[in-house]
């Protein structure tokens, strides 16, 4: 009697990205994203402004989004159309964001 609830998934992307993660690509992204972090503790014990920080932060923040939803996630593995599809919302919400606050930071120079 075969189970109903059993199903047999073979998907091209899943399979290359298993074949492709490997363990010494895995050490690599992990001493990749552990230097990044000491980077960023390390920066922010210095005298640097805040502005500069701010930016910094930012920056190798998405750096290591990259790194973990690419390789962990297995988002590098996929196909193009898959990528964008998460990738452009993102991109129009940090968007936004930024528009919210550019524009609130204007009305508040206006009042005050």
Do not use: C
Not at 65 to 94: C, D, N, R, T
Request: proline content about 2%; aromatic content about 16%; cysteine-free.
């Amino acid at each position: 009697m075969s189970d109903i609830h059993h199903e047999h998934v073979s998907h091209a992307s899943e399979e290359k990205a298993h074949s492709a993660l490997n363990t010494k690509m895995i050490w690599r992204v992990f001493w990749i994203l552990l230097g990044v972090t000491i980077f960023e503790v390390a920066i922010s014990f210095t005298g640097i402004s805040k502005d500069v920080l701010l930016i910094t932060f930012i920056a190798l923040t998405i750096v290591k989004a990259y790194f973990i939803v690419g390789y962990f996630m297995h988002l590098k593995f996929e196909v193009m159309p898959l990528q964008w599809s998460l990738l452009l919302p993102f991109i129009l919400i940090v968007y936004l964001i930024f528009i919210a606050i550019y524009e609130g930071s204007a009305l508040m120079h206006t009042i005050y």
